[in-house]
């Protein structure tokens, strides 16, 4: 297996307005990598591009131009789908079906019964905690418990690769925190993982790395501290350091008592390097 779960090149999407003389550029000749078994954020305002580039990579979407692979496979091969899970952003369930046939009957669709199937179905409420909810309709969920157990469907073939959607939108805080727990239970288990969000603290938690679309182009790509580091500054973090230690810092010397802890670039937080990104490329989606 290849070490990038995703290649995208060149990667372009246009869509063309119906008699009307004028088109939209979605996506503009983009260009990023998923390495295998890391979080990946690909983040960005509404109308930036984040679902249709998902749809490509998953070959849902035909591209206007660019390739997008998984697993070095292209992705309009349908065996690449094989190995990989989505939790779209609203995602359509049966609400007659409990918790449990809902599982079954996207476990039967990936090709399981049986022994393997039921225990499968166990496994996976246990995953997401909703063991003791699985005989209920989804009709009596919430919205925490759907993308619960849309988390749930999206595993249910083992994917090396699972793709979501604004898992935690409309989410409450308990459930968001849930959801986060899960991906980094994911990540544990060499599940590589690219998902969009705009919970832009629980990304920086999760992440790996991180890629910005503005007006559909990647504008920010790269590790987390190395994007979030100011650059020319660093910050020494002291251990018992007294006062005049700190108003003298300069004057350091080793017959002090203070020690030096840590050392690190100074950094920015994750919304405030969105906020920057963004407003340097103005709004999404531009009409041509």
Do not use: W
Request: glycine share 8%; hydrophobic share 35%; with cysteine.
């Amino acid at each position: 297996m290849t070490d990038l779960a995703v290649s995208v090149e060149g990667l372009t999407k246009v869509f063309r307005i119906p008699f009307r003389k004028r088109s939209i550029t979605a996506v503009r000749d983009l260009n990023l990598r998923v390495e295998t078994g890391e979080v990946y954020g690909l983040l960005g305002p509404n109308g930036s591009g984040k679902s249709t580039t998902l749809k490509m990579i998953l070959g849902i979407v035909s591209p206007t131009s660019g390739r997008t692979q998984i697993f070095g496979s292209e992705s309009s091969d349908v065996t690449t789908h094989q190995s990989v899970g989505f939790l779209p952003e609203n995602p359509y369930f049966y609400k007659f079906l409990t918790g449990t046939e809902t599982l079954r009957f996207f476990g039967k669709l990936c090709g399981l019964h049986g022994s393997d199937l039921r225990d499968r179905v166990q496994e996976l409420l246990d995953l997401v905690g909703l063991t003791e909810a699985r005989n209920q309709r989804l009709n009596t969920y919430s919205k925490g418990m759907l993308q619960r157990i849309g988390l749930a469907q999206a595993l249910i073939n083992e994917p090396a690769l699972i793709v979501l959607d604004e898992p935690t939108a409309g989410v409450d805080p308990a459930g968001s925190r849930d959801i986060r727990n899960l991906i980094v239970d994911l990540k544990k288990r060499g599940v590589t993982v690219l998902l969009t969000s705009h919970l832009l603290g629980q990304v920086q938690e999760i992440c790996d790395r991180v890629g910005i679309l503005a007006k559909g182009t990647l504008v920010r790509e790269g590790h987390l501290e190395e994007l979030l580091a100011i650059e020319d500054r660093t910050e020494l973090v002291l251990e018992n350091a007294s006062d005049k230690l700190m108003k003298d810092i300069e004057k350091l010397t080793t017959k002090s008592k203070a020690k030096v802890v840590e050392r690190r670039k100074s950094s920015t937080t994750l919304e405030r390097l969105f906020l920057d990104a963004t407003k340097e490329n103005g709004p999404a989606n531009k009409r041509e």
